[in-house]
């Protein structure tokens, strides 16, 4: 089993739609969970991060922890065509583990006009 | 424009070669690290690099090595290139030693093994 599992999609969703990504993760050291979007021959780009269990809103992004089920989710509301991309979540223990990002492997998003 | 600059862009080279990516980092970032991205295994961590020393090592393979130079910018030498190894390379920084929440990534190497 994967440390970090996300449905690699592709995800094709209308103009205005509301978005869920999700990821489940099997180690209970993580503490902070990111979300990373990727655009097509881009580097990644960090949208947002939590720090252990909650919500955390950005605009028309919204990201939840539950780390009872070890689950994430990133919602994006009002979605638009230049969402389309590779969302990436990534997680890391707090402390000594931090220097690295353990990340799943992406779901491709388009957004259709 | 994350501040993290990668050269080059592409890559293209034979199985058996050598080559050396290069990466400079946001200014007044002390961390370099080192991920490699591929279709079937995702971005995975390679090293990570703090002032000048390595701090941590990763998935890294015996025939990968890094260094990170006084003026901060870090290579990474691939040698014995095979087919497997065409991947996205990616380098990021931090300010500090942590990835957890301000670290930038560059555009990327992206290595063609012929």
């Known amino acids: 089993q994967k440390e970090v599992e996300q449905d690699p999609g592709p995800l094709s969703v209308p103009e205005g739609a509301i978005v869920s990504l999700n990821c489940t993760y099997s180690n209970s050291a993580f503490q902070y969970f990111m979300w990373y979007r990727q655009y097509s021959r881009k580097g990644p780009e960090l949208l947002m991060y939590t720090y252990s269990s909650g919500n955390k809103e950005d605009g028309r992004f919204t990201a939840q922890v539950d780390k009872s089920s070890k689950y994430i989710s990133l919602f994006i509301r009002d979605s638009q065509p230049s969402d389309s991309a590779t969302y990436l979540c990534?997680?890391?223990?707090?402390?000594?583990?931090?220097?690295?990002?353990?990340f799943g492997k992406g779901t491709k998003l388009s957004v259709i006009p | 424009d994350s501040g993290v600059t990668q050269t080059p862009k592409h890559l293209i080279t034979a199985t058996g070669q050598r080559v050396t990516l290069r990466c400079s980092p946001r200014s007044g970032d002390l961390s370099v690290y080192w991920y490699q991205q591929s279709l079937d295994q995702g971005l995975q961590f390679l090293i990570q690099y703090y002032n000048g020393e390595e701090r941590a090592k990763g998935n890294i393979l015996e025939r990968f090595s890094a260094q990170q130079f006084p003026d901060l910018h870090s290579e990474l030498n691939l040698s014995s290139l095979e087919l497997g190894d065409s991947a996205l390379y990616f380098c990021a920084s931090s300010a500090r030693g942590s990835m957890n929440t301000e670290a930038f990534f560059g555009q990327g190497t992206r290595l063609t093994v012929v």
């Open positions: 990534a997680m890391s223990p707090s402390g000594a583990g931090s220097y690295q990002l353990t």
